[in-house]
C-alpha cells in the first residue's frame, strides 16, 4: 500500500477529451450543456479528499443538467474508456503506479482503473482524473461498488490520504491448528485515533487484504523453511536467522511504510515461539 501523487489532468481535460470521441456532434450537445455541473461535482470531490471526508459524499441524482447518470456511465464505458483520443489520459493515470504496482494492496499488478467513488452511483465523477485510481483486477473486484457512507468508512484514497505514510500495520505469528505458524495481520496506531483506525480496518477488509496477506505471509513461511533446509541454511544459527529475517523485512518492504512483506518479515523475526519453539534454532 503506497501513496500516489494525483494525475495532473483536470476534470475538464478528461471531461472535453472524452466528450470529443463521441463520434456524433450532435450527440455531444447535452455534455457540452452538462460540463458546468459536472465541474461543480468534481470540485465537490476535490473538497472532500483534501478534507477526508468521502464518506460524507453524496450519490448525484442521476441527473446531471437533464443529462441522465447512465449517460455518464456511457461516457466512461463507451467512450474514455476505450478511445484513441482519451488514450494519453488513461495511460497517464494507469502508468503513475510505481513499478506497476496496485497501491491499494502493493502487490498486484495494476493494469485497471478503480472508479474510488463507484460510476453508477456518482455520476458527476465517472471521468474525473482524481477519481481514476490504477489498482489490480483483484483489488477492483474485491471493491466493486463500494460507497462509502454514514456507517461504512471510506478506504484509503491514494491521492489524498496521508496515512500510507504512517505505520499502521503490524503482524504476528501464532501458532495456528496443529501447531504450524499462521501469521495474524493487526491494525493500530501509535497515538489513538478511532475515525482513521475504522477507515484503515475498512481498508483491510473491503480489499480483502486480512485474508489476501495472510496467503502470501504463508508463503513467506514456506519460503523460509525451505532456505532453512538447504545448504546455506542447514547451519544457520538463530542469531543468523534474525538477522537474515530483519534484513528481509526492509529489503522487501521496498520503503512501504505499511507493506504485508515488512510486518510479516518483522514478526518473524520477533517471535521467540516461531523461532524456538516451532523452527528449534539454537
Ligand atoms: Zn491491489
Known amino acids: 500500500m503506497y501513496s500516489l501523487n494525483p494525475p495532473s489532468f483536470t476534470a475538464a481535460d478528461a471531461y472535453s477529451a472524452a466528450v470529443g470521441t463521441i463520434q456524433k456532434k450532435v450527440d455531444r450537445t447535452p455534455y ?37 447518470g447512465k449517460a455518464m456511465v456511457e461516457l466512461y464505458d463507451n467512450q474514455f474508456s476505450r478511445n484513441e483520443g482519451t488514450k494519453a489520459i488513461r495511460n497517464g493515470i ?5 513499478n506497476a504496482l496496485c497501491p491499494y494492496c502493493g502487490e498486484g499488478y495494476a493494469s485497471e482503473l478503480d472508479h474510488y467513488l463507484p460510476k453508477n452511483k456518482f455520476a458527476g465523477t465517472t471521468v474525473h482524473p482524481a477519481n481514476l485510481v490504477p489498482a489490480c483486477g483483484d483489488c477492483n473486484f474485491e471493491k ?52 482513521l483506525e475504522a477507515r484503515l480496518n475498512q481498508h483491510m477488509t473491503v480489499f480483502k487484504l486480512w485474508k489476501r496477506f495472510g496467503i502470501w505471509a504463508a508463503q513467506s513461511l514456506d519460503n ?59
Open 224 to 282: 523460509f523453511e525451505t532456505l532453512l533446509r538447504s545448504d546455506y541454511g542447514q547451519s544457520m544459527t538463530r542469531e543468523r536467522a534474525r538477522e537474515h529475517l530483519r534484513l528481509t523485512a526492509i529489503q522487501q518492504s521496498g520503503g512501504r511504510v505499511n507493506s504485508w512483506e515488512g510486518a510479516t518479515h518483522t514478526a518473524m523475526f520477533e517471535s521467540d515461539w516461531y523461532l524456538d519453539s516451532y523452527l528449534k534454532l539454537v
Open 32 to 68: 457540452f450543456a452538462a460540463a458546468p455541473t459536472v465541474q461543480k461535482k468534481c470540485d465537490a470531490f476535490e473538497l472532500l479528499a483534501r478534507d477526508g471526508q468521502f464518506d460524507l459524499a453524496e450519490s448525484s441524482e442521476f441527473d446531471i443538467a437533464g443529462l441522465l
Open 94 to 98: 494507469k502508468n503513475a503506479a510505481k
Open 144 to 195: 466493486l461498488a463500494y460507497k462509502p457512507g454514514r456507517d461504512k468508512p471510506a478506504v484509503l484514497h491514494p491521492y489524498f490520504d496521508t496515512a500510507f505514510d504512517v505505520p499502521w500495520l503490524t503482524a504476528s505469528v501464532v501458532g495456528g491448528l496443529l501447531g504450524t505458524p499462521v501469521v495474524d495481520f493487526k491494525v493500530g496506531l501509535s497515538q489513538p485515533h478511532p475515525e
